[in-house]
């Protein structure tokens, strides 16, 4: 069982970073193997629309120069996910949103798959940020794993973060909460629990 964490965030060891490693160690102790991703700092484009990846079905995005396919690729092998972000201007990084945009509409295997949402903030908008990673999971059929509070952390530093211990103790909680429903769903399959059987998809644009 392997859990992909992708860190959203410009800073490679920064707050977000030191959130996720917290929810990855929990995950590690229960036995379930875990692996960071960094979307890092290179540009990352937005999704311009242009049907490639839904005319190919191949779990691929037409821009292949930055981490997005990389992702999708890596995520084949993945039984749940996790995204954080640091809160930018009460949102996602820019560079989150225009990485999960490509990612969810170019990814075909992320259905059925647990995910969860992290995001780390100096002061506010963690809320708003947390609603919005949370509704790439919703619209993909993936069910979402929560905590004992909302999963955020607080500060501008790691140190700080370090400090915010009920904010840790969230990311922890998460992680045990992820590695049971992994665990769930593994027993349910060995049990002959199989997946719903999927309707043939209606698109209504607003009313027809
Ligand atoms: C462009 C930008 C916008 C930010 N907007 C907010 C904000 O709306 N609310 C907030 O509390 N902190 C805001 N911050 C601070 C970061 O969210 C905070 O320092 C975060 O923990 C950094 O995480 P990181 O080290 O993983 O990048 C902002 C930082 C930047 C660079």
Not at 22 to 34: D, H, P, Y
Not at 93 to 119: C, E, I, N, Q
Not at 156 to 171: A, I, K
């Amino acid at each position: 069982m392997k859990v992909m964490l992708i860190n959203g965030s410009p800073h490679e060891k920064g707050c977000t970073y030191t959130a996720l490693c917290e929810v990855a160690g929990e995950l590690e102790k229960a036995g379930v193997e875990t692996e960071i991703f960094q979307v890092g700092q290179q540009p990352i484009r937005g999704c311009v629309s242009c049907g490639f990846c839904k005319k190919n079905k191949g779990n691929k995005c037409v821009f292949g120069n930055d981490p997005v396919n990389a992702a999708l690729e890596k995520a084949k092998d993945m039984d749940g996910f996790i995204f954080g972000s640091p809160v930018h201007y009460a949102s996602a990084s820019g560079m989150m949103t225009s990485f999960l945009d490509r990612f969810f509409y170019a990814g075909t295997v992320l259905k059925y798959k647990p995910g969860a949402s992290v995001v780390s903030c100096r002061r506010g908008g963690a809320t708003a940020a947390f609603d919005q990673l949370n509704k790439y999971f919703t619209i993909s059929s993936m069910p979402v794993v929560s905590s004992q509070y909302w999963n955020m952390v607080h500060g501008n530093t790691p140190e700080e973060v370090r400090q915010d211990l009920e904010g840790l103790q969230t990311m922890r909680t998460l992680g045990r909460n992820m590695a049971w429903l992994l665990k769930s769903i593994e027993a349910g399959k060995q049990a002959g629990v199989s997946l719903p059987e999927p309707e043939e998809p209606q698109i209504t644009n607003f009313i027809r």
